[in-house]
């Protein structure tokens, strides 16, 4: 092998959300985005944007994923080539409870 191939496990460590599109839409037998868009419950300009790297898959979405694909969240985060091994939620300043409001 030649320094330029590459191994399908290094393929899958490289960020594609597209590869975790084309897949769905095989699995779902779907014919195209559109349909994608519709079976997720998302409007098509969002699969738009995320085949075009302007849009992250978020936490929502990838349940979403889960629930009409039955594919584990695991497996579907392999497939977009997600390498973290904690998916970590960025919490605001205002969903932090306030600590006047203690049980006596």
Do not use: C, W
């Amino acid at each position: 092998m030649g320094a330029s191939a590459h191994t399908e496990e290094d393929v899958l460590r490289t960020y594609d959300p597209n590869r975790l599109l084309d897949h769905l839409i095989d699995r779902l037998d779907l014919k195209n985005d559109a349909a994608l868009a519709r079976t997720l419950d998302v409007a098509p300009p969002v699969i738009s944007k995320i085949r075009h790297y302007r849009l992250a898959i978020g936490a929502s979405l990838l349940i979403r994923m889960h629930e009409v694909s039955d594919i584990a969240i695991g497996d579907l985060r392999i497939l977009m080539g997600d390498r973290r091994s904690k998916f970590r939620v960025a919490f605001s300043q205002n969903d932090v409870p306030d600590m006047s409001l203690r049980a006596a």
